[in-house]
């Protein structure tokens, strides 16, 4: 009997996927977190920030962009891995202004939640402190690049979902920097709040005016649960069934 | 007076002392603590110089000056263990917001420019005893070596409480989940 399932193993357990799926949607599916930040189940793999990078037959790979192969043997949780997520989260930190003492999505925020999750104390890379724009002609949205990760979230949705196309990255290297079409302001594009690209920032680089700290400090989103526990969650109770 | 109990100091850099409240916010477990420990130098005892040498130093906010970094130094001279207190140790936290700002900007807008400014020579406040204000706000691990680093604005009386106890109880410092926090 022919069957068109995937399987292959993370971490010695074995994971099915349909033809087509990226490792990271089997491993979602199968209740196996696989750390990450660009990506998005609304949105089409992009691989900006190789947080997924998983091992498969020993080299490394971004699982979100990396289709379920028959017979691949994937690492995940190891020792080495785990490192490279700290120290790329690490790095995400000093390249930005980060200040979660007061920014509004502490505690909703998901390089935040994934410092916690991979318990990051201090980064190992100096700080650089760099200079960056705000963007605040938007009557309900506002830019706050000190906080971009360059995930490219907004930049898909807006495109992909909104049909809009509001943002798009400019620059290199260091000087890279989510742009928005038109001369120079947000209040210029036909962003709306309603927009999907509005919500879909997994830091506060772009946020909804006049709702900042709306949630009790906790009741956020990864006050009390790591980030991904929902995933893992969902495979303890299948299993408990 | 003198015991054999460890001693820990304690110092402010730049910082807003709000760490420091919430080495007092452990609420009775000080009475525990003061079993486990004498406080050397700290503002929390108004002792100005260290007395010996001390198990550990809890330092709350990054070096904005010069007298922040020989205080820094100093306790690393005098503390076995090290511990970076809270964001502004940590990362500068908010006075390092002045760091892409050109420091003579800073002065020019604090001492000529400012609205509420009045300054007719235009100096600059030059007295000796005033320490001199670094080009930068530095956290304390880019300074001299920490050895242990507590996150929050403050951090929770709970974690510095576990790090403090699992400290000076030899064990090794294992934060839950819960008590890892940056805001």
Sequence with gaps: MMSDRITFTIDGVEVQADPGQTILQAADAAGVYIPRLCAHKELNPFGACRICTVMVNGRPQAACTTPAANGMIIENETEELTDNRR????????????????????????????????????????????????DGSHPDIMIDRNRCILCARCVRASRDLDDKNVFQFVGRGKEKKVWINSEAKLSDTDMDVTDKATDICPVGAIIKKRTGYEIPIGQRAYDHKPIGSDIEEAKATAESN | MSTDKPKVATASLAGCFGCHMSILDIDDRILQLIDLVDFDKSPVDDIKEFTGRCAVGLIEGGCCNEENVRVLQDFRKHCDVLISLG???????????RNNVPLKECFDEAYRNGPSVHNPSGEYPSDPEIPLLLNKVYPCHEVVKMDYHLQGCPPPADTIWAALTALLTDKPVELPYELIKYD
């Design chain 1, 87 to 134: 120290s790329i989260v690490e790095m995400l930190f000093v390249e930005g202004n980060h200040y979660c003492m007061y920014c509004e999505k502490s505690g909703n925020c998901e390089l935040q939640a994934m410092a916690y999750r991979l318990s990051i104390m201090v980064p190992r890379h100096p700080y650089q402190f760099p200079d960056k724009d705000i």
């Design chain 2, 87 to 97: 964001e502004c140790a940590i990362c500068g936290g908010i006075p390092a917001m």
